[in-house]
């Protein structure tokens, strides 16, 4: 996904001190901020000028202290025609030949009202799930009581069905049929829908339903992060299925490895249901509830009691 300049302020809140249309269309390539303390006090052997660039009240302090003709002469060096752009925090006053060299070298100014930090954090974010790299998988995602399910499985099996069902339930549709899946860091997966079937489902015999028009805003999501995976299969007399919930299957996509539960499908079972509790139920053992240690604790004193018996 392209980012621009003008994304980005309208994204953060940036307000605009130099700027031309042409300079607000300018790409930006990486996800890395560039804090230039060293380039101000003119050692530029590792500037990286594709970084877009942000001053706080350190910065700015030691900029000031220059004389009008050394700030000029730093900042004209740090403007380049690839600086998508340099962010001031705080509000803090941009002088003239800071300007000046923007103008120069084709490079947009603004001003944010936060904190430093509160400004990096939220530019980074952005950027990180802009510019990372994508996967598509096929499946459905769906936002359980806050937890993002992957259901996939063969074609055929009720993926969407099972998805709509949930939506009715009351959980919400975050894609249908192709997940873009994303890992923001090396723990955390997100999820988002193509952008032509956004908030569409897709049921056979029916056709294609848009989930926000007739069951409104608070049954979509934008995006979510996958935590879970749920794959259906059908049910086969004599194969094996965890019966205890004991197993500890994984998916990785992205680098990122997240569990997978997988539940047989068959005639008269609701699906939607066993998904629902599956979710609870991871939930629970991640916040230290776990029914099966729980049940082999017991059956384990069960044992040890007949047997001093």
């Not at 003239?96 to 980074?124: C, L, N, W, Y």
């Not at 096929?138 to 709509?164: P, R």
């Not at 979710?279 to 509830?289: C, E, L, T, V, Y």
Request: proline letters at 4%; aromatic letters at 6%.
């Amino acid at each position: 996904m392209a980012v621009t300049v003008d994304m980005l302020a309208k994204k953060v809140k940036l307000e605009p001190v130099y700027s031309r249309p042409e300079l607000l269309k300018k790409e930006i390539t990486t996800s890395d901020i560039s804090r230039p303390g060293l380039e101000l006090a003119g050692y530029f052997d590792y500037y990286s000028p594709e970084r877009v660039q942000l001053m706080g009240m350190k910065e700015w302090s030691y900029m000031m202290t220059m004389t009008p003709h050394n700030r000029y002469s730093v900042l004209k060096a740090m403007f380049k025609s690839e600086t998508p752009a340099l962010i001031v925090a705080r509000d803090l006053e941009i002088p003239e030949e800071m300007i000046r060299a923007a103008k120069e070298g084709d490079t947009p100014i603004f001003q944010a009202h936060q904190a430093t930090s509160s400004v990096s954090g939220e530019i980074s974010w952005y950027l990180n799930s802009c510019l990372a790299e994508r996967t598509s998988v096929h499946g459905v995602l769906i936002d359980i009581y806050g937890m993002g399910v992957l259901i996939q499985g063969d074609s055929g099996i009720g993926k969407s069905e099972t998805g709509l069902e949930l939506v009715k339930r009351g959980h919400r549709l975050v894609a249908d049929d192709r997940v873009d899946v994303y890992a923001k860091d090396e723990e955390t997966l997100w999820g988002e829908p193509a952008e032509i079937l956004r908030h569409l489902l897709e049921i056979r015999g029916v056709g294609i339903i848009d989930v926000m028009s007739l069951y409104g805003a608070s049954a979509v999501r934008n995006s979510s992060q996958v935590q879970l995976s749920i794959y259906l299969e059908n049910f086969e007399q004599g194969k094996e299925f965890d019966r205890l919930g004991n197993g500890n299957e994984e998916i990785e996509l992205q680098g990122v490895k997240i569990p997978r539960v997988r539940i047989p499908v068959k005639t008269g079972r609701n699906v939607s249901v066993v998904i629902e509790a599956a979710a609870m139920n991871h939930r629970a053992k991640q916040m230290g509830f776990d029914a099966t240690k729980t049940f082999e604790d017991r059956l384990t004193n069960l044992i040890t009691e007949n047997g001093t018996d």
